[in-house]
């Protein structure tokens, strides 16, 4: 089994970026697809990121995923900060008995 | 536009069960696999169970094993989950889920959850 984890907390202003980090801890972050997921108060998650980096229809492409082999992790940017985007995020991943979810990361837009 | 509807969430006592239920429509279903996932309050989202469309493929966290059943009925376009002894840490927000594939796949459609409160 495998563990993903993210940072607990971030802040950033409207209109910047931000990078949201997700790491695994035992085997390769490549060897099986990342997805990222939002969850606003109050509401069912949504799915913004399926398969490391592809966009379902409907999800902004201020929003966007990405794997580092070298620091073994996965990262969501979100570009043009809204403060509708506070929210928690999730990353996500999965093998053929298994699904992982990070502990999650709330994002603040102040 | 793809509709999940979960029921069956309940306060109960410790060591007791519960059948939670989760009613589809606006798509096919058996034509994807289904997961159970759930959120205690305040904290992340905990993957339970899985179950493939024709339920030749299931799997459960290693933290409900033995004490958790998933079935669906295809006809009846509903998927289920069962479980048993219930414990105080099993309080949290049901969610079910389409998974994006037949045989398996991460999460992609989510219901808006039942709460399953477990207390004495």
């Known amino acids: 089994n495998f563990i993903l984890t993210q940072p607990h907390s971030v802040s950033e202003s409207p209109g910047k970026t931000v990078t949201l980090s997700c790491t695994r801890s035992?085997?390769?972050?490549?060897?099986?697809?990342v997805q990222w997921y939002q969850r606003r108060p109050g509401s069912s998650p949504t799915i913004l990121i399926y398969?490391?980096?592809?966009?379902p229809s409907g999800v902004p492409d201020r929003f966007s995923g990405s794997i580092d082999s070298s620091s073994n992790s996965a990262s969501l940017t979100i570009s043009g900060l809204k403060t509708e985007d506070e929210a928690d995020y999730f990353c996500?991943?999965?093998?053929?008995?298994?699904?992982?979810f990070g502990g999650g990361t709330r994002l603040s837009v102040l | 536009e793809v509709r999940l509807v979960e029921s069956g969430g309940a306060l109960v006592q410790p060591g007791r069960s519960l059948r939670l239920s989760c009613l589809t429509s606006?798509?096919?279903?058996?034509?994807?696999?289904m997961h159970w996932v759930r959120q205690v309050p305040g904290k992340g989202l905990e993957w339970v169970a899985g179950?493939?469309?024709?339920?030749?493929?299931?799997a459960y966290a290693d933290s409900v094993k033995g004490r958790v059943t998933i079935s669906r009925d295809n006809a009846k376009n509903s998927l289920f989950l069962q479980v048993n002894s219930l414990r105080p840490d099993d309080t949290a927000l049901y969610f079910c889920?389409?998974?994006?594939?037949?045989?398996?796949?991460?999460?992609?459609?989510w219901g808006r959850g039942t709460l399953v409160t477990v207390s004495s």
């Open positions: 889920a389409t998974a994006q594939h037949p045989n398996w796949g991460a999460p992609e459609h």
């Open positions: 606006e798509f096919t279903f058996d034509d994807y696999a």
């Open positions: 179950i493939s469309w024709n339920s030749g493929h299931i």
């Open positions: 035992g085997g390769s972050i490549g060897s099986n697809y």
């Open positions: 398969e490391d980096n592809k966009r």
């Open positions: 996500h991943s999965y093998d053929t008995t298994n699904q992982v």
